[in-house]
């Protein structure tokens, strides 16, 4: 069973930077979409940036140009790094994997999700 574990949330001032990471471990495909989804209590869950096994990447509007995803393939690890985090970044960010390895748009993979991490919080107020 594919296992996602998030680390790096916290809280953090307006205008500082975070740096989340996603380990994955047991993935037995070649292919591969990861994102990063977050959510916030009572709204829908929302992508924040994807990236395939090619490198690809994908980045919602809201974060473009703050938020920049990356991948180490040995172990199969995602890094989301955050800067001029914003009060409304605030959420529960989970880590997803999908096995077509297309990607979507606005940070998302294209297809149905296969597994979710737990999900990590990031708070971002004064």
């Known amino acids: 069973q594919v296992q996602l574990v998030e680390s790096g949330g916290g809280s953090v001032q307006p205008g500082g930077s975070l740096k989340l990471s996603c380990a994955v471990s047991k993935w037995k495909w070649d292919e591969h979409c990861i994102a990063w989804y977050r959510q916030v209590s009572g709204k829908e869950r929302e992508g924040v940036a994807a990236?395939?096994?090619?490198?690809?990447?994908t980045y919602a509007d809201s974060v473009e140009g703050r938020v920049s995803i990356s991948q180490d393939n040995s172990p199969l690890t995602v890094h989301l790094e955050m800067t001029n985090l914003r009060s409304e970044d605030s959420a529960r960010y989970y880590c997803?994997?999908?096995?077509?390895?297309?990607?979507?748009?606005?940070?998302?993979?294209?297809?149905?999700?296969?597994?979710w991490g737990q999900g990590i919080l990031v708070t971002v107020s004064p």
């Open positions: 997803a994997i999908e096995s077509h390895g297309d990607l979507g748009d606005q940070g998302r993979c294209k297809y149905l999700i296969g597994a």
């Open positions: 990236i395939d096994a090619d490198g690809k990447t």
